[in-house]
């Protein structure tokens, strides 16, 4: 088989594509041929990390097919459709230390190889009627927006969502919270890019290039109440307008660092917004399973932007680095 390594130096240019043999499972083991990945600003951060491990296969999000499995394996069977779990051992419940060790693309190798083994307990079913190329958007991306906005944000009908760009998460956030009957405010740099999340149903647009304030746009937009939920992703230089763009009492989901790490933060501004802050790491399997059964009943499909082959990921990583798309860039192995 094929696969996708950093060998022996990180940076986008030291991706390779090699041969490795193919993996054979051992008791409540499983091989998943992955026939699709899809990048996350994660993997782009691992690759381009001088401190990771190598040789390393990046990737966390994937789909595909189980080729193969191991004695005593009970929950799939050969020829189902799957996607990996994020977290390997994280099945259900509060995150714990165990369920947040180990992940794919990170702690384990990941998924930018055309066979992976897993244990039988480390992949979920994918929506009815998905691709695989559409499945695999789902493992980070969008159970990190689900997990926000829905697990943790308990999102409902009428209540007013800000979502930060139009990456992954974002989109994956628009698309719940339309779902939910929500109110979207989308910020993006490009007015091209607010025209396509109009589209997917943005009732309000703004610039956050031209406009930098955009939490004062945010409380004209609501009468001056502010936003129920900010699924906040880019840290420093966005949080503050979270804060100051959120409703007292509002909900602040703490997912991403995409302007930097947040210095200077002057703690009264979260006291004084009552706003209840929620760090988020993914979601489990038990979240996942939730999730699918909302895009299954909601008829949700993932905005695919860009695909590229096995052969071209390195490009796939630039233009993931170079910001210019718009929901999720997929590789096809
Ligand atoms: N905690 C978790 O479990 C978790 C899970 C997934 C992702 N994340 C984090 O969440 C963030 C988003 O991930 P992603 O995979 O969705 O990224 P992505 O697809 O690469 O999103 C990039 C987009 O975000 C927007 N953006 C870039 N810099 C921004 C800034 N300073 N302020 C506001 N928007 C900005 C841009 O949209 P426009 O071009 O429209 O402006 C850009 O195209 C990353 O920091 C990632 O590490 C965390």
Redesign the pocket.
């Known amino acids: 088989m094929r696969a996708v390594v950093l060998e022996s130096a990180y940076g986008i240019d030291n991706l390779k594509v090699i041969e490795k043999p193919d993996p054979t499972p051992g008791p409540g083991q499983i091989v998943v041929d992955i026939t699709a990945a899809t990048?996350?600003?994660?993997?782009?951060?691992t690759v381009m990390a001088p401190s990771g491990r190598t040789p390393f296969v990046p990737c966390s999000d994937g789909a595909g097919v189980v080729s193969a499995i191991g004695d005593g394996v009970t929950r799939v069977k050969v020829g189902d459709h799957v996607a990996p779990l994020?977290f390997q051992n994280w099945f259900a419940g509060d995150p714990t230390p165990q369920g947040l060790g180990a992940a794919l693309g990170g702690t384990l190798d990941g998924v930018l190889q055309q066979k992976v083994l897993l244990s039988e307990q480390g992949v979920t079913r994918v929506p009815a009627g998905y691709s695989d190329e559409e499945a695999a958007t789902l493992p980070?991306?969008a159970?990190?927006?689900w997990?926000?906005l829905v697990i943790e944000g308990k999102v409902k009908s009428g209540d007013v969502v800000v979502v930060?760009?139009?990456?992954?998460?974002?989109?994956?956030a628009l698309q719940f919270a339309k779902a939910a009957g929500a109110i979207v405010i989308?910020?993006?740099?490009?007015d091209e890019?607010?025209e396509r999340?109009k589209a997917l149903g943005a009732d309000h647009l703004i610039n956050?290039?031209s406009t930098p304030d955009w939490a004062k746009e945010v409380r004209r937009n609501t009468d001056g109440r502010g936003a129920d939920h900010v699924i906040e992703?880019?840290?420093?230089?966005?949080f503050e307008q979270s804060l100051r763009a959120i409703r007292l009492g509002g909900k602040i989901a703490?997912?991403?660092?995409?302007?930097?790490f947040v210095k200077d933060l002057n703690v009264a501004t979260i006291f004084a917004s009552n706003a209840y802050i929620h760090?988020?790491?993914?979601?489990s399997r038990e979240h996942f399973e939730s999730m699918t059964r909302a895009i299954e009943a909601n008829g949700i499909k993932p905005v695919i932007d860009k695909r590229f082959s096995l052969d071209q990921s390195r490009d796939a990583f630039e233009s993931?680095k170079a910001?210019?798309?718009?929901?999720?860039?997929v590789l096809r192995l």
């Not at 989308?186 to 490009?190: C, G, I, L, N, Q």
């Open positions: 990048l996350n600003y994660r993997d782009l951060a994020f980070c991306a159970l990190t927006a997990r926000g930060q760009g139009t990456g992954g998460v974002s989109i994956f989308a910020t993006s740099s490009s890019k607010l999340a956050y290039r992703v880019g840290g420093a230089g966005t703490v997912i991403g660092i995409l302007g930097g760090g988020v790491t993914v979601g993931m910001g210019a798309h718009f929901g999720k860039i």
